[in-house]
């Protein structure tokens, strides 16, 4: 497996350009929160919420008969866009001629691409960014009353979304046009700070059929909300599978060592001795400790 590995920029590249690369580790190096590269017919070396792939809406197929027993392969999807989020930014998008349709936006894209979409919106790029979650603009941290008891302004809620989006290069190219001339905040989140990707996850347990957690991605435009993705077991790709039919996949650690999956699942094999071997193991001792004690006694008393 192979794990992205930041690099401090070189002098002259500008202050918002970052070199990043991909290093081949061990699976013991890897921690929660990697960004991680796995080719075909290569095992998973942890838990990783998929991101992006070769084939089509960043989608990947593995084999899970090391875990479960099952040879046929699942297909496993990048998360998704609401569709409501999609449709804003699929407008904005028109106006800044940066879209062609909902159609063309889900195609393939190469591992270079993929992983400067990734870099965009995470702290490979942004070290120093405040996690999405901080955003004081998120729904669940305006208050809905302000200080002078006077209601605080919060955005309409829109009925929640039936259809979903593929996440590709709707969110990086806005975010791209946003953080081109961005600076990175510390201290006190603000309107104007820069906000990296969030992964909010279950706790380990051993469960390899379900999954439970979200991923809260950097608002599209300044000063707005940040925009949350449910995920589930159709995102995740379990430690012990193999990739296959797809050429590379890039995922982010989640559960890594003895917390996978797997490694949750595993136990000790039980003892396969009968209550009958175990009596004549003991018979045979008892036996043994006889003789040796009639032989040293008889030993003894010929002396």
């Given at each position: 497996s192979e794990r992205s590995n930041p690099e401090t920029p070189r002098e002259g590249t500008g202050p918002n350009l970052c070199k990043i690369g991909y290093e081949s580790v061990a699976r013991k190096n890897i921690r929660a929160g990697n960004i991680v590269m796995v080719k075909n017919r290569e095992m998973l070396p942890a838990d990783?919420?998929?991101l992006a792939?070769?084939?089509d809406n960043g989608s990947a197929y593995?084999?899970?008969?090391?875990?479960d027993g099952e040879t046929n392969l699942k297909l496993r999807t990048s998360p998704h866009l609401p569709s409501n989020v999609l449709k804003s930014i699929k407008e904005e998008?028109?106006?800044r001629e940066l879209g062609q349709g909902e159609e063309e936006s889900h195609g393939i894209e190469t591992l270079e691409q993929a992983t400067k979409r990734i870099a965009r919106s995470s702290a490979l790029?942004?070290?120093?960014?405040?996690?999405?979650?901080?955003?004081?603009?998120?729904?669940?941290?305006?208050?809905?009353?302000?200080?002078?008891?006077?209601?605080?302004?919060?955005p309409a809620k829109e009925p929640r979304p039936s259809k979903t989006g593929s996440v590709m290069n709707l969110v990086a190219d806005m975010m791209?046009?946003?953080?081109?001339?961005?600076?990175i905040t510390t201290g006190t989140p603000g309107l104007n700070s820069t906000y990296v990707s969030t992964l909010t996850s279950e706790t380990p347990n051993p469960s390899v059929n379900t999954y439970s957690g979200k991923l809260t991605l950097p608002p599209v435009e300044q000063g707005g909300p940040s925009i949350d993705i449910p995920l589930n077991a159709e995102n995740i790709l379990l430690r012990g599978a193999i990739l296959r039919n797809t050429?590379?996949?890039?995922?982010l650690a989640v559960f890594t060592g003895t917390d996978t999956k797997l490694v949750q699942n595993s136990f000790d094999t039980p003892s396969k001795f009968s209550q009958l071997d175990k009596l004549m193991n003991k018979t045979?001792?008892?036996?043994?400790f006889v003789m040796i004690s009639c032989i040293c006694a008889l030993a003894g008393l010929a002396v």
């Amino acid at each position: 497996s192979e794990r992205s590995n930041p690099e401090t920029p070189r002098e002259g590249t500008g202050p918002n350009l970052c070199k990043i690369g991909y290093e081949s580790v061990a699976r013991k190096n890897i921690r929660a929160g990697n960004i991680v590269m796995v080719k075909n017919r290569e095992m998973l070396p942890a838990d990783l919420i998929i991101l992006a792939s070769s084939a089509d809406n960043g989608s990947a197929y593995i084999e899970t008969s090391s875990i479960d027993g099952e040879t046929n392969l699942k297909l496993r999807t990048s998360p998704h866009l609401p569709s409501n989020v999609l449709k804003s930014i699929k407008e904005e998008q028109s106006e800044r001629e940066l879209g062609q349709g909902e159609e063309e936006s889900h195609g393939i894209e190469t591992l270079e691409q993929a992983t400067k979409r990734i870099a965009r919106s995470s702290a490979l790029c942004f070290p120093g960014g405040i996690s999405s979650l901080e955003n004081p603009m998120n729904p669940e941290t305006i208050p809905e009353e302000g200080e002078e008891g006077e209601p605080a302004n919060e955005p309409a809620k829109e009925p929640r979304p039936s259809k979903t989006g593929s996440v590709m290069n709707l969110v990086a190219d806005m975010m791209h046009n946003r953080m081109s001339s961005a600076e990175i905040t510390t201290g006190t989140p603000g309107l104007n700070s820069t906000y990296v990707s969030t992964l909010t996850s279950e706790t380990p347990n051993p469960s390899v059929n379900t999954y439970s957690g979200k991923l809260t991605l950097p608002p599209v435009e300044q000063g707005g909300p940040s925009i949350d993705i449910p995920l589930n077991a159709e995102n995740i790709l379990l430690r012990g599978a193999i990739l296959r039919n797809t050429e590379w996949a890039i995922g982010l650690a989640v559960f890594t060592g003895t917390d996978t999956k797997l490694v949750q699942n595993s136990f000790d094999t039980p003892s396969k001795f009968s209550q009958l071997d175990k009596l004549m193991n003991k018979t045979v001792f008892a036996i043994l400790f006889v003789m040796i004690s009639c032989i040293c006694a008889l030993a003894g008393l010929a002396v």
